[in-house]
């Protein structure tokens, strides 16, 4: 069975992103982005291109996963909770609870999870799940590694920076 870990951007610096994966010994990462960039020149590493060049020489193969990112209608319900509650994006800690309802009912309501490991293939052994928040709980990688857990019996790991 595969291993699973999940990693974001924010907080990390290219060095510690690959060295996290490196140490986790990830073979393959899924992008679990709709928008596969990321503002400001300390996270350049996680635009689209770059990272799959990136990866491509660290040997570790890159997944695209629209079908499991959030729409641009589900994000911005979880913009207007983060700014009523006055909670800048990056520093978000938890998810809306609407939020969530809504990604469990776009995402994961018809995802098969046995499906999803059949897919990536026998060469998928430590499968990072990866998206930008620094917190798995306030991401949907957190969410998706959830179902995995229940699915598959398997304790996903969460790599965050120091």
Same mark, same amino acid.
């Given at each position: 069975?595969?291993?699973?870990?999940?990693?974001?951007?924010?907080?990390?610096?290219?060095?510690?992103?690959?060295?996290?994966?490196?140490?986790?010994?990830? +073979?393959?990462?899924? +992008?679990?982005? /709709? /928008?596969?960039?990321?503002?400001?020149?300390?996270? $350049?590493?996680?635009?689209?291109?770059?990272?799959? !060049? +990136?990866?491509?020489?660290?040997?570790?193969?890159?997944? @695209? /996963?629209?079908? &499991?990112?959030?729409? $641009?209608?589900?994000?911005?319900?979880?913009?207007?909770?983060?700014?009523?509650?006055?909670?800048? *994006?990056?520093?978000?800690?938890?998810?809306?609870?609407?939020?969530?309802?809504?990604?469990? *009912?776009?995402?994961?309501?018809?995802?098969?999870? /046995?499906?999803?490991?059949?897919?990536?293939?026998?060469?998928?052994?430590?499968?990072?799940?990866?998206?930008?928040?620094?917190?798995?709980? !306030?991401? @949907?990688?957190?969410? &998706?590694?959830?179902?995995?857990?229940? +699915?598959?019996?398997?304790?996903?790991?969460?790599?965050?920076?120091?």
């Amino acid at each position: 069975m595969a291993e699973f870990v999940t990693i974001g951007v924010y907080g990390w610096d290219e060095e510690g992103f690959y060295a996290a994966l490196r140490q986790a010994r990830v +073979d393959t990462l899924c +992008d679990l982005r /709709r /928008r596969r960039g990321v503002r400001g020149a300390a996270y $350049a590493f996680a635009n689209s291109e770059h990272l799959q !060049a +990136d990866l491509a020489r660290a040997g570790i193969r890159y997944v @695209h /996963r629209l079908d &499991l990112a959030p729409s $641009a209608q589900v994000r911005e319900q979880q913009y207007a909770a983060d700014v009523a509650a006055r909670t800048p *994006r990056r520093q978000r800690a938890v998810l809306d609870l609407g939020f969530v309802e809504a990604y469990q *009912r776009e995402c994961l309501q018809n995802f098969d999870s /046995r499906r999803f490991v059949a897919e990536l293939g026998p060469e998928a052994m430590v499968i990072a799940l990866f998206c930008v928040e620094r917190e798995p709980a !306030a991401c @949907h990688r957190g969410l &998706l590694a959830q179902r995995l857990e229940a +699915d598959l019996g398997v304790a996903v790991k969460h790599l965050v920076p120091a």
